[in-house]
């Protein structure tokens, strides 16, 4: 579904993404952890073009991300991405926006955008939010219409960069529970997360990243059990010991 | 005295009347015009073409580095000698609209850049094109920003449109010019001439304000 082969970034000088080789397969949840500044933000941002690569190969459900011949707006279409600061449309109500893309990308009718966003924003505990603007709704309510908005696409393949990294702690786990129900359906997801408690439940694979390059990838048993570098066990040990 | 210069002046209403439309006309014309240039200028000016981007810039700088009257001057006595006759009524519209679209367009483009990159990215993200991102996640959004110094540059514009009155439109200044040869109390009918920019232009000095005070409301698009 995903498969990165040997692909390089740099932000100047700067070596962000270090020779990356790595495939996700359809139905296959991804959890992606590492310390700040290692590049795993800009791993799962390359995947839908938000950021570019400079040599490798990135192919996303058949098509080749980068590729001129690649229409990468019709492929964005496929990919729920959800933003670690949310980025809802202020201006815009949790039903609007979660229905504006089905509305205007996929040229759903209204009425049909609006039954399946109110179905989708009831079944992320928001049945009662359909016309509030993202000003009136906390951080954890603002991340679950976002997952909304993304899942309103019926997404081949959704993304995650760091979602519950800007709530509250007592609102992390209302999201954490919509991403472990979306993750049960089926969904393929590359999840840039600390919460090793959601790696552990539904990730079949982790992977570790840090200097911009994957040092180890695994089960979420053998990375947290039997992690086997130095600075993997140096990292779980910073963000398990509270 | 006075009231005699008070009943000839009332004896020229329907010269001032006819003053006040060419102003309100010339005004709003080139509101209307420039608005559209200056919003395609705006977004343009912002887009990702490098090239177009800095000639809109030169331009812009360029009007808004010179003098109003110089620019009138330059559109209806140079043109005509490269081969373009202009009435003077057209040459005010282009000199005028010209000028606003310069404006607007800077404030149209400071709105579209004051929207956080990540809004952009959200909409990018969920598979909307360019011109879909544009109108409906940039623009309404750059708009709440732009509007209460859209509608200051509205009242300018008004003001600026005395200018034309040097080439020869019988404005409301010019009206004034005309009145003040009949009726020689020059405070008296300036005085009242001010009075007609000024009825013009206080419902926009308020409007311009209460969308000032709508700014400072959370949410929700902006409703006139």
Not at chain 2, 27 to 43: D, P, R
Not at chain 2, 133 to 161: C, F, H, N, T
Not at chain 2, 163 to 169: H, Q
Not at chain 2, 170 to 195: E, K, S
Request: neutral net charge.
């Amino acid at each position: 579904m995903i498969e990165f082969r040997g692909v390089n970034k740099w932000f100047g000088a700067l070596h962000v993404l270090k020779d990356i080789t790595l495939s996700v397969e359809p139905r296959e949840v991804v959890v992606v952890c590492g310390p700040s500044g290692s590049g795993k933000s800009t791993l799962i941002r390359c995947v839908n073009g938000l950021e570019s690569t400079r040599d490798g190969v990135l192919v996303v459900d058949g098509h080749r991300v980068g590729d001129p011949t690649t229409d990468m707006t019709e492929l964005r279409a496929e990919i729920g991405f959800v933003f670690q600061s949310f980025n809802l449309y202020p201006h815009k109500t949790a039903l609007e926006n979660v229905t504006l893309a089905p509305i205007h990308v996929r040229k759903i009718a209204r009425s049909a955008a609006e039954e399946a966003g109110r179905e989708l924003l009831a079944r992320v505990g928001l049945a009662d939010k359909f016309n509030a603007y993202p000003s009136e709704l906390s951080g954890g309510q603002q991340q679950r219409v976002a997952i909304a908005r993304c899942l309103c696409m019926r997404p081949k393949i959704m993304l995650f960069d760091e979602p519950t990294s800007a709530l509250d702690p007592e609102m992390i786990s209302e999201v954490l529970d919509v991403m472990v129900s979306v993750a049960e359906e089926g969904m393929t997801m590359m999840v840039v997360t600390h919460e090793m408690g959601f790696a552990r439940r539904v990730a079949q694979r982790v992977v570790f990243m840090d200097a911009g390059a994957i040092v180890e990838s695994g089960t979420p048993e053998e990375f947290f059990s039997n992690p086997r570098t130095d600075r993997s066990r140096a990292f779980l040990g910073k963000i398990l010991r509270h | 005295m006075i009231w005699q210069q008070f009943q000839s002046l009332i004896g020229s209403y329907p010269l001032a009347l006819r003053g006040l439309g060419m102003t309100v006309a010339l005004s709003l014309i080139s509101l209307v015009l420039g608005t559209l240039i200056g919003f395609a200028l705006g977004i343009l000016r912002t887009g990702g073409n490098q090239l177009i981007s800095r000639v809109i810039g030169a331009w812009v700088d360029l009007i808004r580095g010179t003098p109003f009257l110089v620019q009138i001057f330059l559109i209806f006595f140079i043109l005509p000698e490269l081969g373009i006759e202009l009435d003077a009524f057209t040459a005010g519209i282009i000199a005028l609209s010209n000028l606003a679209a310069c404006f607007i367009c800077e404030i149209v483009a400071a709105g579209i850049r004051a929207v956080p990159t990540g809004q952009v990215e959200a909409a990018l993200a969920s598979g909307l094109s360019r011109w879909q991102r544009m109108r409906q996640v940039v623009l309404p959004q750059a708009m709440r920003m732009s509007l209460p110094p859209l509608v200051g540059q509205y009242v300018l514009l008004i003001k600026d449109s005395s200018v034309v009155s040097a080439i020869g439109l019988t404005d409301l200044t010019r009206v004034g010019w005309l009145v003040v040869q009949r009726v020689p109390n020059g405070l008296l009918v300036f005085a009242i001439v001010g009075i007609g920019y000024f009825v013009v232009c206080y419902p926009l000095i308020l409007l311009a304000r209460r969308l000032e005070s709508r700014m400072g409301a959370a949410h929700g698009e902006v409703q006139l």
